[in-house]
């Protein structure tokens, strides 16, 4: 073979390794969003942002379109989800799951058939039915309560704990908690319950909590919701043990009650800002418009 036919060949190459390349980089995306539907204040602004980033990214790329879904349990989002991989098509998802282990399967399936998935805070019960992980810092928000709970008492009396719905965000947090607790001895969890991230439900609960126990120093509700659920019941059962009462997420109407400093009980919140599914679908409608994957966490 001439260097020249040689040289030729090698140009032809490169020239279709830089097609193959463009044609991938250019290929369509249509990116299905899946998320549970407002049933707090923290899904309200996962919700904000998810419609945001549709009007915010489809103006900005042309190849893109993105199809939101909410539901109200892990059944209907399951449903969703295999609509929207065999009806919608889609070749994307973003999806922030109900529950870890309900929606497992459903995830893996829409995975199985060729779409590119990111999971977002609530993590599955098994990794290997995502390609990514976005999640905030779960273990610093329940370890952040539990040590300001711990100072607060001096290190001594009774927390109970409302918990969110059976998730891995949620089992690290409690752990957090928990691993905290265990250097202080003398601090008792009397218990720990779901309560949804629900006021209604996380009334309930604390309904129960102060009939089954006498003497509560502090309560610790993984959401502000749930904390405001807390202290309906509180206030109406004219409780006055309770020395702490502290929430999560920081939601307005809480960081009020902080910077009011009408309520002696409630001096300090947690941060988890729910943009962070603003930056997932993001992260991945642009990998997936370059052709490109996410790091895997």
């Known amino acids: 073979m001439s260097m020249q036919t040689r040289r030729s060949l090698m140009l032809a190459t490169a020239a279709g390794l830089a097609f193959a390349a463009t044609s991938a980089a250019s290929e369509p995306v249509h990116l299905g969003v899946s998320i549970p539907a407002a049933t707090h204040s923290f899904m309200g602004g996962i919700n904000y942002w998810a419609n945001q980033a549709k009007k915010d990214l489809e103006a900005k790329h042309k190849d893109l379109k993105i199809t939101i879904r909410t539901a109200a349990n892990a059944t209907e989002q399951a449903n969703q989800l295999q609509d929207l991989s065999t009806v919608s098509k889609i070749n994307a998802l973003v999806v922030f799951p109900f529950e870890s282990a309900a929606l497992t399967r459903p995830v893996a399936n829409v995975k199985a058939k060729g779409a590119y998935v990111t999971v977002v805070d609530r993590g599955l019960t098994d990794t290997s039915a995502q390609d990514a992980y976005v999640a905030g810092d779960n273990t610093a928000f329940g370890k952040i309560p539990a040590e300001y709970i711990a ?147």
Not at 244 to 252: D, E, N, Q
């Open 151 to 297: 100072k607060t008492l001096g290190g001594k009396g009774n927390v109970v704990a409302l918990r969110g719905i059976p998730t891995t965000l949620d089992n690290e947090r409690m752990d957090a908690f928990n691993a905290v607790l265990k250097g202080h001895p003398d601090i008792k969890l009397l218990d720990a319950k779901y309560a949804n991230w629900n006021r209604d439900d996380a009334y309930k609960v604390t309904q129960d909590f102060l009939t089954r126990f006498k003497d509560i120093d502090a309560f610790w509700a993984a959401d502000d919701d749930m904390a405001f659920g807390a202290i309906r019941a509180i206030d109406q059962a004219g409780r006055k043990d309770i020395k702490v009462i502290f929430g999560g997420a920081g939601a307005k109407d809480m960081v009020k009650v902080i910077l009011d400093n009408k309520d002696p009980r409630i001096q300090a919140n947690v941060s988890y800002s729910p943009k962070f599914i603003y930056e997932s679908i993001k992260l991945t409608a642009e990998a997936r418009l370059k052709g490109e994957k996410l790091p895997a966490t």
